[in-house]
Nanobody
Framework: VQLQASGGGLVRAGGSLTLSCAAS????????MGWFRQAPGKEREFVAA????????KYADFVGGRFTISRDNAKNSVSLQMNSLKPEDTAVYYC??????????????????WGHGTQVTVSS
């Protein structure tokens, strides 16, 4: 099982980025998928998750309507559209997959598969 995240980069505050995560090794059409992030000196934190059916979706409070998670089961992928980015969004972003939606939203320590991170840097 491999998860390949991409789409990170350097953007100015107020800008947008779209992160993508492609899964391979097995089909994840019935798995929940999500995004986490880790800023320097901080613990990894939950960002967003989507059920295998496409709903429900859950977002961290700090998202405040700025991010949208979506998935394409045909492509075995999940994306995170990030708008109105702030300097505090600077972090390494990781995608995650687990057969249990609640594991991603409430028990990240038990997540089955993690992708390599992609760096997002937001300048002020």
């Amino acid at each position: 099982v491999q998860l390949q995240a991409s789409g990170g980069g350097l953007v100015r505050a107020g800008g947008s980025l779209t992160l993508s995560c492609a899964a391979s090794g097995r089909t994840f059409s019935r798995s929940a998928m999500g995004w986490f992030r880790q800023a320097p000196g901080k613990e990894r934190e939950f960002v967003a998750a989507v059920h295998w059916t496409g709903r429900p979706k859950k977002y961290a409070d700090f998202v405040g309507g700025r991010f949208t998670i979506s998935r394409d089961n045909a492509k075995n992928s999940v994306s995170l559209q990030m708008n109105s980015l702030k300097p505090e969004d600077t972090a390494v972003y990781y995608c995650a997959v687990d057969d249990n939606y609640n594991t991603i939203t409430h028990r990240p320590g038990r997540i089955a598969s993690w992708g390599h991170g992609t760096q997002v840097t937001v300048s002020s």
